[in-house]
C-alpha cells in the first residue's frame, strides 16, 4: 500500500547491504513509519503518543516511545522541550497546527537513520555520500560507533580522506596567499619564496637550477678527491696543488648550502617545525662537518696552510672520527629530494609504509630464529668438518645468523654454503620462504608508492597551475593599469586606422 514500513524488504534493500540476520516482516513497523501518498498530505496522530517529522519534505511518522533507546539523539531531547524557544533550538521549524517539526536535512542520509532507530542497525546508504551520512549523524546524535563494523570503517576512511583533503585545500589556500604575497613583498620576502619554493617564479627555478648544479659538483669533488689519495705520496706538489683546488671547490659549494639553509630558516614561519624537518636535520649534518673540520684546522694551523694541505694532517691525528665526519659530505645528494619528485615519493612511501616495513623485519626475524637452528644442526651432524672450517662457519647459531638473512632475502653471496643434504634441504625451504615473506608486505609497499607517486603528481600539477594563474592575473592587473594611464579623448582615426578609406583591408 501508500504506507508501508520502513522494516519491509521493499523499503530499503536499496538502501543497505544483505542484513546476516533475516528480517522479520511487521516487527518494526509500529516503531517508525514513513508517510506515502494521502497519508502524508493528511496525517492523523496523536502529538502526545506519536511524532511527525518532516525531514527535507519527507514525512515520518512514529511512536516517542521508540526513542527510549536514543536517550542523546537529537529526536530524543527534542521530546522533552515544553517552549517553543525549546523546540527552536533542536528543529528548523515547527506548525503549532500540525504539530510538525521540519527540517532542513537531507532525506537519504536519513533514512538510514530512521531505519537505524526502527531496527536497531546503522549501514551505510548507497545513495549518500559516507562523509556527508557522517555528518548527518552528528547532526543527529548517533554515535558512530554503533554502526556496523565493515561499514564503520568504510565511513572512517572517506571522513580522513575528506579531513586529509581539507587540509591540502588549506595548504593551497596559503600558497596562493603567499605567491600573491610574494608579488607585492619586500626583497627579502622575494628571495626566501624563491629559495623555498622552486615554482614560485623565474628566481625560484634559477635558483633550484644552481641548488642541483652545486650538489652534483660537490658529489663528483669528493668522489675525485678519494682518487687522488692514493697518489699522495707519488708526487707532493702536483697533489698539495689539486688539494687545494678541491678544498676551493667544496668551499664554494659549502658556502652555498649555507647561505640557502639560512634564508630558508629565516623565511620559515614556525622555526621549531623548520628545524624537526628531515630534510633540514639532512642539510644540518651535511654542512656542519666542514665547519667543525676547519676549526680543528685553524686551531694548529694559518688559513694558509688550510688552504694548501686541505686539512691532511689534522685528519691523520684525529682519525676515524673526523674522516666519517668528512664522509657525512655525501649527505648532500639527498639535498635532490628537493627538486626530484621520484625521491620526494620514495621519501614518503618510506614514512608512511613504516607499520609494513616493521612487519618485513619481524617476518625475517622469525625466519632467521627458524632457519638458524636448523642449518646449524644439520651442518653440525651430517657435515661436522664443513661446520669447523673457518669459510663455511656453521659452527654456531649465532655464527649461521649471516647465512639465514642472505638466504631468506634470496640475495645468496656464496660465502656460507651447506654441504649436507639436510642443509640444503634447509636451504631450499628458507629461500622459498623468503619469497613469500618478502611479496606479502611489498605488494602493500607498492600500492602505497603508487598512490603516494599520483598524489604528488597531481599536487605538482596544480602548483604549477596556480603559478600559472597568478602570473595571468599579475599580467591582467598591469595591462589594467596601463589602459588606466590612457587619455580618453583619443580620436577615432588613432583607434581604427583606415575606416575611412574604402581600400583598406581589415
Not at 508501508?4 to 530499503?12: A, E, G, I, R, W
Not at 497519508?39 to 515520518?60: C, K, Q, W
Request: one cysteine or more.
Amino acid at each position: 500500500g501508500p504506507n508501508s514500513s520502513l522494516s519491509s524488504d521493499v523499503s530499503f534493500s536499496h538502501l543497505f547491504f544483505e542484513s546476516q540476520v533475516p528480517t522479520v516482516k511487521g516487527l518494526y513497523f509500529h516503531r517508525g513509519l514513513r508517510l506515502r501518498g494521502a497519508a502524508a498530505s493528511h496525517p492523523f496522530i496523536d502529538p502526545a503518543v506519536e511524532a511527525l517529522v518532516n525531514v527535507g519534505g519527507t514525512r515520518y511518522a512514529f511512536p516517542w516511545s521508540t526513542l527510549d533507546d536514543f536517550p542523546q539523539s537529537r529526536l530524543s531531547r527534542l521530546h522533552s522541550c515544553t517552549t517553543l524557544r525549546e523546540i527552536a533550538e533542536f528543529c528548523d521549524d515547527y506548525d503549532e497546527t500540525l504539530r510538525e517539526f521540519y527540517f532542513d536535512r537531507d532525506p537519504l542520509a536519513f533514512r538510514a537513520i530512521f531505519n537505524y532507530l526502527a531496527m536497531g542497525k546503522l549501514r551505510l546508504a548507497q545513495e549518500v555520500c559516507n562523509a556527508a551520512l557522517h555528518c548527518e549523524l552528528v547532526y543527529w546524535g548517533i554515535n558512530v560507533k554503533m554502526m556496523e563494523p565493515c561499514c564503520q570503517h568504510r565511513m572512517v576512511s572517506t571522513v580522513e580522506e575528506v579531513a586529509e583533503h581539507e587540509r591540502k585545500e588549506q595548504e593551497w589556500r596559503e600558497r596562493r596567499r603567499a605567491m600573491r604575497t610574494t608579488l607585492k613583498g619586500g626583497f627579502c620576502h622575494r628571495l626566501g619564496e624563491a629559495v623555498e619554493n622552486p615554482h614560485s617564479g623565474l628566481a625560484g627555478k634559477v635558483f633550484a637550477f644552481l641548488s642541483v648544479i652545486m650538489v652534483m659538483v660537490t658529489v663528483v669533488s669528493l668522489c675525485i678527491s678519494t682518487l687522488m689519495e692514493d697518489e699522495d705520496q707519488d708526487d707532493t706538489a702536483e697533489c698539495s696543488q689539486t688539494t687545494r683546488n678541491f678544498f676551493l671547490v667544496e668551499s664554494v659549494c659549502v658556502v652555498w648550502f649555507t647561505l640557502e639553509f639560512v634564508v630558508r630558516f629565516f623565511h620559515a614561519k614556525d622555526k621549531v617545525a623548520f628545524v624537526r624537518g628531515p630534510l633540514n636535520i639532512i642539510d644540518a649534518a651535511a654542512i656542519l662537518p666542514y665547519y667543525i673540520l676547519l676549526l680543528l684546522e685553524l686551531k694548529d694551523e694559518s688559513v694558509q696552510d688550510v688552504v694548501a694541505g686541505a686539512g691532511k694532517s689534522t685528519l691523520d691525528k684525529l682519525g676515524l672520527v673526523l674522516r666519517v665526519m668528512r664522509a657525512l659530505r655525501i649527505l648532500y645528494v639527498m639535498r635532490l629530494a628537493r627538486h626530484s619528485l621520484g625521491l620526494q615519493t620514495l621519501g614518503l612511501t618510506i614514512q608512511r609504509s613504516m607499520t609494513d616495513f616493521g612487519l618485513l623485519l619481524l617476518f625475517v626475524c622469525v625466519a632467521i630464529t627458524l632457519f638458524s637452528p636448523l642449518v646449524h644442526l644439520a651442518e653440525s651432524e651430517f657435515a661436522p668438518n664443513a661446520a669447523r672450517s673457518p669459510h663455511l662457519s656453521f659452527s654456531s647459531i649465532p655464527a649461521s645468523f649471516w647465512w639465514t638473512i642472505i638466504s631468506v632475502t634470496t640475495v645468496g653471496y656464496g660465502d656460507m654454503v651447506p654441504h649436507s643434504t639436510p642443509g640444503q634441504l634447509v636451504g631450499l625451504v628458507s629461500i622459498l620462504a623468503g619469497v613469500l615473506i618478502l611479496s606479502f608486505p611489498s605488494t602493500s609497499i607498492f600500492h602505497t608508492f603508487s598512490y603516494t607517486y599520483t598524489e604528488l603528481k597531481q599536487e605538482r600539477e596544480r602548483l604549477w597551475k596556480e603559478v600559472r594563474e597568478a602570473e595571468l592575473a599579475t599580467e591582467d592587473e598591469e595591462s589594467m593599469k596601463e589602459r588606466e594611464t590612457w587619455p580618453d579623448n583619443w580620436p577615432e582615426s588613432d583607434i581604427l586606422p583606415g575606416l575611412e578609406d574604402p581600400f583598406f583591408i581589415a
